[in-house]
């Protein structure tokens, strides 16, 4: 089992449609895909569920009372499992930070599960609290999304740091499979804007930018709004063809 978090403190960049379309990508492959959902705006889960009830197991339970991802996660198709999001994590820095061991407690959550999935897949949100270093710690690799109109460099900076301290507690390497270029617009004249900060990105974080990258394209946002993948929703879209060519080129990457 492999375990990837997809992360940029930048808000915006297409962390969840990345996650999302990565998960969906997995499985259509063939592979069993648990998602988890780290993020308080909990927009992985409304990618492909309506909003659940108040009460609805979800992350949060898991790490309020240490409940089995098994007893949580829901179905969203045969093979691909979704641990739910959930508005309450909005306090997880302030309610689990200072319990016993709280960087180890999704690691502790899916020793059950290892053999259950191929993959494990994580959004998480445009900080680096509790919930970005538990997904850290679990991850073998992590996807850096970045989009053209909201690029920094000290977030990447601080996403470096972050990780090699990550790393440490780990004590284990927590590789940057690459940087995904998304929201593409204008090849030519973002590239030329573009080309050395990304460069200086990815050397940052060792690493090196996918050459696949993904184009700004309106049927991302109704996909989502009918709660579809984009594999289902645009299966001949150019935009779904970018991520497949993403999702071949990452396997390659990370040896598949
Ligand atoms: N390739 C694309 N083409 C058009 N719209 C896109 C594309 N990728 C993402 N979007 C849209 O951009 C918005 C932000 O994307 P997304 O929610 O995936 O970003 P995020 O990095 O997860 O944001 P946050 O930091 O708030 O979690 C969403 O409305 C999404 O539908
Ligand atoms: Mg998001």
Redesign the pocket.
Known sequence: MKVLS?S?I???????????TLAAGLHKRGYKVLMIDS?P?M?LTMCFLDEPEEGTPSLYTLYDKGTSIDDLKVSIKDGLDLVLGDFELCSADMEFFKRAGSLKLLAKAIKGIKENYDYIIL?T??NLGFLSLNAFMISDYIVT?M?ADSFSLKAIRLLKKTLSEVSEEAEKDIPVAGILL???TDRTNVAKLLEDSVVTAAELLDTSVFNSR????????ES?IVKMDLFEYAPKAP?TK?YDEFIDELLKRIGE
């Not at 993904?214 to 946002?221: D, L």
């Open positions: 997809v940029n930048k808000g915006g960049v297409a962390k969840t449609t990345t996650a999302a993020d705006q927009n959004d949100p445009p999304p989009a998304t929201r593409y993904i184009r700004q394209a309106t049927v991302v946002q989502q935009v970018d």
